[in-house]
């Protein structure tokens, strides 16, 4: 049974810096894409990064590029995200998400093409 369940949420002032880590279970990184998501109360789902595990390249958001860093330990089944100067318009729950993946080196479509993996958000509050 695939498993993810994110931790590191909490409430930090604007510049601030917060690391986000998912844990995840019953699949392996190198035949996934691991990505990180989030959802604001009343506004769709973004992705803000993903990682393609074939061979590791990265894709970034336009507004997740300079202050956000993907990166995981595929030995222990664990990404994490660090977040740097977080704005308040970050608030928001955050997810870790995978799926097979669909295209080497390319780790986005594998999450829009049918089967992914969700697991419980974390929140992350950017006060001002």
């Known amino acids: 049974e695939v498993q993810l369940q994110a931790s590191g949420g909490g409430l930090v002032q604007a510049g601030g810096s917060l690391r986000l880590a998912c844990a995840a279970s019953g699949f392996t990184f190198d035949d996934h894409a691991i990505g990180w998501f989030r959802q604001a109360p009343g506004k769709e789902r973004e992705e803000l990064s993903c990682?393609?595990?074939?061979?590791?390249?990265?894709n970034y958001s336009d507004f997740a590029k300079g202050r956000f860093t993907i990166s995981s330990d595929p030995a222990n089944l664990t990404m994490f995200l660090q977040m740097n100067s977080l704005k308040p318009e970050d608030t928001s729950v955050y997810y870790c998400?995978?799926?097979?993946?669909?295209?080497?080196?390319?780790?986005?479509?594998?999450?829009?093409?049918?089967?992914?993996?969700w697991g419980k958000g974390t929140l992350v509050t950017v006060s001002s």
């Open positions: 998400a995978a799926a097979p993946t669909l295209y080497s080196g390319d780790c986005s479509p594998a999450f829009y093409a049918g089967l992914s993996y």
């Open positions: 990682i393609d595990g074939s061979d590791n390249s990265t």
